[in-house]
């Protein structure tokens, strides 16, 4: 399953899965992707769908290994990856080194577990106002889901995750 960022920042007030779902059109990928966020409908833990948590790696655009499978970034360790392999965003960016991501923080608006924080997570990714707050990451401290609280207001890197493996039928 690959996990992608959106081609821009965003503040807390976003259509995130609906962005992951354009971008992933214009960039030619079939599957469907959806934001890498907890929502008021869906807690992040089960945005990838039951029979492939398990057995699949998630690699990035290019099919490098950032984590064994989906259950493993949310075993209680903040999501450790290998911050030497590249998250790339739809356009082919790396996040990690390219000046339209000034800050290399991810929203995620979840615990360690991957429940959704209601009361971190920008009332449910709606609003950028200064005073309400959401749950982020700082990529550099090599955890997706490092616990910290940043200001709605805030552009930060919003990734995507293919939610769904479809094998190609010509393959």
């Known amino acids: 399953l690959h ?42 833990a089960t ?3 039951k029979t492939d948590r398990h057995h699949l790696p998630i690699v990035n655009i290019q099919g ?3 984590f064994s499978n989906w259950e493993s970034i949310f075993d209680g ?14 356009d082919g960016r790396n996040v990690m080194t390219d000046s339209s991501w000034p800050q290399k923080i991810i929203w995620h608006g979840s615990t ?11 009332e449910a990714w709606h609003t950028a106002d200064m005073g309400a707050m959401g749950q982020a990451s700082p990529l550099n401290t090599g955890k997706i889901l490092d616990q910290k609280v940043y200001s709605c207001n ?16 010509q393959g």
């Open 64 to 66: 490098e290994t950032l």
């Open 77 to 90: 360790n903040g999501g450790q990856f290998n911050i030497h392999v590249p998250i790339y965003s739809f």
């Open 47 to 49: 945005v990838v769908r």
């Open 154 to 169: 805030n552009l930060f890197i919003v990734l995507c995750i293919e939610n769904s493996f479809v094998s190609d039928p």
């Open 3 to 44: 996990l992608v960022a959106l081609n821009f920042p965003l503040s807390g007030d976003m259509r995130a899965d609906f962005q992951c779902f354009r971008q992933a059109q214009l960039a030619g990928l079939t599957s469907t992707y959806r934001a890498f966020l907890s929502s008021h409908l869906q807690d992040l």
């Open 112 to 122: 360690v577990n991957g429940i959704r924080l209601v009361s971190n997570y920008c």
